[in-house]
Nanobody
Framework: QVQVMESGGGLVQPGGSLRLSCAAS????????MGWYRQAPGKRRELVAT???????NYEDYVKGRFTISRDNAKNTAYLQMNSLKPEDTAVYYC?????????????????WGQGTQVTVSS
């Protein structure tokens, strides 16, 4: 079994910071790209940022310059440092990991989602 779990959410005032973590555990051969997504009430889930296994990053315009995605491959963990938070950043934040497993001797990638962590930006 493989599990992805997010942590680090909470309530923060506008202009504040939070650091989210996404840890993958279980029978893992490796992890390809990892990404953070978010879903606000009544809205569709949207991409926030991604990072490849080699550390190449990509950000959506609405978080560029404020959020930083990183990862520790030895710990199978990705992070999202969120600075200068705005009320419109309020959402449930989800992590997605491209987890590679050995299945009957063959390597296969599984896109695995976590359960999400709530981020609320409010005064």
């Amino acid at each position: 079994q493989v599990q992805v779990m997010e942590s680090g959410g909470g309530l923060v005032q506008p202009g504040g910071s939070l650091r989210l973590s996404c840890a993958a555990s279980g029978s893992i051969f490796g992890i390809n790209a990892m990404g953070w997504y978010r879903q606000a009430p009544g809205k569709r889930r949207e991409l926030v940022a991604t990072i490849t296994s080699g550390g190449r990053t990509n950000y959506e315009d609405y978080v560029k310059g404020r959020f930083t995605i990183s990862r520790d491959n030895a710990k199978n963990t990705a992070y999202l440092q969120m600075n200068s938070l705005k009320p419109e950043d309020t959402a449930v934040y989800y992590c997605n990991a491209g987890i590679v497993r050995s299945v009957f001797g063959n390597l296969r990638e599984y896109a695995t989602w976590g359960q999400g962590t709530q981020v609320t930006v409010s005064s």
